[in-house]
């Protein structure tokens, strides 16, 4: 529970107490007021009774007070002797001397004051006793007076029950009231509990969330200002979307409860952990003294992913990318902290993942460069700045040349040329990857039909394809309009997909990939063996060609020759076409001959050549010209390549 709601709770209880008391204390002036009343109502009722009664007996002794029959009085006021309560009760002669009477209590009836015959009957009410004198009369005239005292206990008898009965129901319903009031406010703290709960925790890990993680960090960094030493360790799990579109959301789900767990069991005293996106973790370290601790954490964070993760049926091998801000050598407060940690984070990412980074100045110079290069990029794909090298291809056994390799130059105006493995990343990271990759098919496709103009045809042209553009499912339409603008026939363009990226979410990418190659559009995998676990995923993938990366090629001889061997025997189990890239030098391609290699591409044959040097190189190919005696290591190529 956090502070805000052990407050509200206080603040709660306090007011129920407060309803309570103000509820009795009403209730016991209603009740005064209902018992004065009650009371008043009743002496009204009991004195008009009792005087109904007396002024009948009055009227039964006229005739004992005439005849001074004291015996007839007495038989007179017998009637009275029923009367509850009466304490004594006599009958007067004029003169105030007694005919007859009784008292109970051993005091006279001749108490009240001596009343005229004009007098209707004189009532007089203490606390304790009603009196009452009501005169004696025959024929308009007084003969002597009915003197009658009465106690009051049976008035007081009723309202004792009355205020008995007032006070059960009044304290049953306060009682009542009080219970519900209590019901009522723990629903109320219940459903204040959950609200808190909603607000600051994730429901699927049950660990805090970001509003926490901000509030909590926030008062931290600022109640302890320049003392406040702590670490923030900002973490991403790898391919997590791979996860979620191939086993579904709910499995996701599990997996981030699972890692959450993992996280949970990393901590030290002190430390916090919070779910602060999809599958973004942070993790507060308190105290943190150096860096050397935080390096120490960050991997401890790491072996908590070197076991897989069950998950339906599957042992999930996960990793994560981290980044670490230290507070106050990094900075001081929320937001700078949490941008340093992020810009560690994606220099995490950068170095291949599974890894973390601790925040360094110069990150943040590099990312203001990338920003630079983003919208320099932009501007440049808006003025048709790019450029395409074209790259030859050339089959071994034929000695024909078979196609190029499309690859994107840039060459900056201020800047000069930039390498496609630096702006590709960039472009992206911020989408640009999309319209460059539309330019990069309008531009080679092109070029096809400008050389298939000058009867230069019968070879294809390969362009790049990111894992982004893989997921824009207007691809395969797009392409077939290029085509068909330029008459292309599909099997001349050929797409080249990195291995580590189809591997990222391979099951869309594999429905896209299908709907391409039923139009008859070549497609091939590209760096080949840097992927992670190529191998189950190859037979499902619907490919032409297999492309061994360069690092491969460059250790032959050596390491290389044996994995060539190998990936070459294996494509071709497959029905796959083998194009080694990189090939630089003789020994290589001569290994990679021998090797049943179909296809090689690299320096030895040419670099990317600018197009009117490709064309030049296809005219000398066409008239015959061996490519590989002929090649050039052309020092003309387009700038920006490697
Ligand atoms: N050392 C050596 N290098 C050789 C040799 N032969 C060719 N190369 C270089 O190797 C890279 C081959 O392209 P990649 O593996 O597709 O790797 C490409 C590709 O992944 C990406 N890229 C280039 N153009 C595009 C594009 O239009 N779209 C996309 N998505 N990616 C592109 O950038 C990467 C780098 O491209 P480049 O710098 O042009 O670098 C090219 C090429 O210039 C050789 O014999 N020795």
């Known amino acids: 529970m956090t502070g805000s709601h052990a ?18 204390a009403a209730l016991l002036v209603a009740g005064a007021l209902i018992t004065t009343l009650q009371f008043l109502t009743l002496r009204r009722d009991f004195v008009g009774d009792i005087r109904a009664q007396v002024g009948a007996t009055a009227a039964n002794s006229a005739g ?14 017998a009637a009275l002797r029923a009367l509850p309560g009466l304490r004594a009760a006599a009958i007067l ?9 009784f008292e109970r209590d051993g005091r006279a009836a001749e108490a009240p004051p001596t009343p ?44 004792g029950s009355f205020v008995l009965m007032f006070l059960l129901v009044g304290l049953g319903a306060l009682a009542l009231s009080v219970l519900l009031m209590s019901r009522m ?136 990318s981290c980044g670490i801000g230290l507070a106050p050598r990094d900075a001081a407060d929320l937001h700078a902290l949490t941008s340093h940690a992020d810009t560690a984070l994606y220099q995490a990412k950068r170095n291949g993942r599974n890894g973390f980074e601790l925040f360094r100045p110069e990150m943040n110079q590099r990312n203001e460069q990338r920003l630079r290069l983003r919208a320099e990029l932009r501007k440049a794909l808006d003025h048709d700045a790019l450029e395409l090298a074209y790259q030859p291809q050339l089959a071994i056994a034929s000695d024909r040349v078979v196609g190029f390799e499309a690859l994107a130059r840039w060459n900056h105006p201020e800047l000069g040329p930039i390498s496609p ?40 042209v390969a362009v790049n394809v990111s894992a982004r553009q893989l997921r824009d499912a207007q691809l395969p339409e797009f392409i077939d309009a290029t085509l068909v603008a330029h008459r292309l026939a599909p099997e001349r363009l050929e797409l080249e997909i990195t291995e580590s990226l189809l591997l990222d979410n391979a099951e869309t990418h594999i429905a896209l990939l299908r709907r391409l190659r039923a139009r008859g559009i070549r497609l091939s995998i590209d760096d080949f063996g840097t992927g992670f676990s190529s191998m189950a995923y190859l037979p499902r993938l619907p490919l032409d060609q297999l492309k061994i990366d360069g690092s491969f090629v460059r250790a032959i001889p050596g390491d290389g020759e044996a994995i060539t061997t190998a990936i070459i025997a294996m494509a071709h189990h497959l029905r796959l ?56 290591p052309a020092a003309a190529a387009l700038p920006g390549g490697r």
């Not at 002669?93 to 009477?101: K, V």
């Not at 008062?219 to 973490?235: I, K, S, Y």
Request: net charge negative; proline share 3%.
């Open 116 to 159: 005229r015959l004009t007098d209707a009957g004189l009532v007089r009410v203490d606390l304790r006793e009603l009196a009452i004198a009501e005169p004696i009369a025959l024929d308009g005239r007084r003969v002597g007076t009915l003197v009658v005292r009465m106690g009051l206990d049976r008035l007081y008898g009723r309202v």
């Open 185 to 320: 406010r723990r629903q109320v703290h219940s459903a204040e509990l959950q609200l808190d709960r909603m607000a600051h925790y994730d429901p699927i890990t049950g660990l805090l969330n970001r509003n926490a993680f901000n509030a909590q960090l926030d008062a931290r960094l600022h109640d302890r200002g320049e003392d406040c030493r702590l670490g923030l360790l900002l973490l991403d799990v790898d391919g997590f979307k791979t996860v979620n579109d191939t086993l579904g959301h709910h499995q996701g789900d599990a997996l981030l409860g699972q890692i959450a767990a993992r996280l949970r069991a990393a901590l030290r005293q002190g430390d916090t952990v919070y779910r602060v996106g999809g599958d973004e973790f942070a993790i507060v370290l308190v105290p943190l003294e150096s860096a050397a601790e935080a390096d120490a954490f960050g991997r401890r964070v790491l072996a908590q992913f070197q076991q897989p993760f069950p998950v339906a049926d599957h042992e999930l091998h996960i990793t994560v």
């Open 421 to 460: 493995a630096e702006f590709i990343p960039v472009a992206e990271e911020s989408g640009l990857i999309l319209p460059l990759g539309r330019w990069v098919i309008r531009a080679a496709c092109r070029q096809m039909a400008q050389w298939q103009a000058q009867g230069l045809a019968g070879f294809r």
């Open 93 to 101: 002669r004029n003169d105030g001397t007694r005919l007859s009477g």
């Open 577 to 632: 076409e083998v194009v080694a890239e990189g090939v630089e030098d003789a020994v290589q391609f001569e290994y990679l001959r021998r090797a049943g290699c179909d296809v090689m591409q690299g320096y030895l044959l040419s670099r990317p050549l600018a197009p009117e040097q490709a064309t030049a190189f296809l005219h000398r190919h066409v008239a015959g010209v061996d490519p590989l005696a002929a090649a050039a």
């Open 7 to 24: 407050q509200m709770g206080r603040l709660g209880r306090s007011a129920t107490t407060t309803s309570v008391v103000t509820a009795a």
């Open 64 to 77: 004992a007070v005439v005849f001074d029959d004291a015996e007839a009085g007495a038989e007179a006021l």
